[in-house]
């Protein structure tokens, strides 16, 4: 696994006020939705196009910086990576997982 980058929720983001009020966590989606944007600039030429498999391990909380790890050893032949996120503070997994992947074609 490769250390490729890191990133935090804000406590302002929209959609925490919903989900758990007064004891708010990130949504598994919100955390997802980051997770393909960072692989967007560390995958040139390749897009998401699966979530294969993805396990939420413990809530992730707003402020916490998350550290994003992937694993490119099977991407060229089989087209998949594995990831997973972690607190940095804490070094507790958070989230692990399998995208399916696929190279962007020139039109």
Known sequence: MKKV????IS?????LPGHF???SIVPGVVLLEQLESMLGKHLA???VIELIQVKFLSPTLPEQVIEVEIDL???YEHKTLSFNLFDVASGQK???GKIKCAE???G
Not at 5 to 8: L, Y
Not at 11 to 15: D, E, L, R
Request: cysteine-free; glycine content about 8%.
């Open 5 to 8: 980058d890191s990133f935090k």
């Open 73 to 75: 050893n099977r991407l």
């Open 104 to 106: 962007h074609k020139d």
């Open 45 to 47: 030429g390749w897009e």
């Open 21 to 23: 009020p007064g004891n």
């Open 94 to 96: 958070k989230v692990t």
């Open 11 to 15: 406590a302002n983001h929209p959609s």
